[in-house]
């Protein structure tokens, strides 16, 4: 069974720049959430993705947005970047309907703002 | 809104010394509820988890018993080792928000001395 994947490990960008993140689901899985984790703190919801759909948000705004594609992989994108940005993005996926609450981490994409 | 509190951190142990983390939550109904853990550079990883009042996760020597009375999943284990030294998340279902997404304390990190 392949885990959750994430791509790439590490990235620097500077203020203003746009950025992409991508996320391969757990084998089976058809759902997949998207987290920010700042240093210390717990992972914040920033929204989910099922059907290919925006399934959820949390209190992220616009310039958050993603992708789901019919493999069930994903992609965060984030427009003009700020250093508040700066943070580990966790890709999480899961199954459908009862169980999407039970959902597995990939490893995460370090992003740092300058 | 629902909630989880965890207390604060750091924990510091001896190895083999007995580790309680405490985690009590807010919640309509009774949701499922997780531990997660987090090793240093890493994502997070599903430690165990209970769907309902009194039920028991366990994993690794790792233990976690459902509370609705005390409203608590304190995670447990008899005897530490070095190796979970980590980060542990407390975390439950936002049912009353976007759907399926978790809701997590900010982390309890653990540092265990040989």
């Known amino acids: 069974e392949t885990g959750v994947t994430q791509s790439p490990t590490h990235l620097i960008k500077t203020r203003g720049q746009q950025v992409t993140l991508r996320c391969s689901s757990q084998?089976?899985?058809?759902?997949v959430s998207w987290y920010q984790q700042a240093l210390g703190q717990g992972p914040q919801f920033i929204f989910q993705?099922?059907?290919?759909?925006?399934?959820g948000r949390g209190n992220f705004p616009p310039r958050f947005s993603g992708l789901q594609f019919p493999n069930y992989s994903s992609e965060l994108n984030v427009n003009a970047l700020e250093l508040d940005d700066s943070a580990l993005y966790l890709c999480?996926?899961?199954?459908?309907?009862?169980?999407?609450?039970?959902?597995?981490f990939g490893p995460g994409t370090r992003l740092l703002v300058l | 809104g629902d909630s989880v509190t965890q207390m604060e951190g750091p924990v510091t142990l001896s190895e083999e010394a007995f580790l309680t983390i405490n985690c009590t939550y807010t919640?309509?109904?009774?949701?499922?509820l997780f531990w997660y853990v987090q090793y240093p550079g890493e994502g997070l990883q599903l430690l165990l988890k209970?769907?309902?009042?009194?039920d028991k996760g366990s994993n690794k020597g790792f233990e976690a018993t459902y509370r609705k009375e005390t409203t608590s999943f304190h995670l447990e284990k008899g005897s530490v080792q070095v190796s979970d030294s980590a980060v542990y998340f407390c975390?439950?279902?936002?049912?009353?928000?976007?759907?399926?997404?978790?809701?997590f304390g900010k982390g309890t990190k653990l540092s265990v001395k040989p």
């Open positions: 993705y099922y059907r290919e759909e925006e399934n």
């Open positions: 999480a996926s899961s199954l459908s309907g009862a169980q999407q609450e039970t959902q597995y």
């Open positions: 919640a309509t109904g009774y949701p499922s």
């Open positions: 975390a439950l279902p936002n049912y009353g928000g976007s759907q399926g997404n978790l809701i």
């Open positions: 084998s089976g899985h058809n759902t």
């Open positions: 209970a769907t309902k009042a009194d």
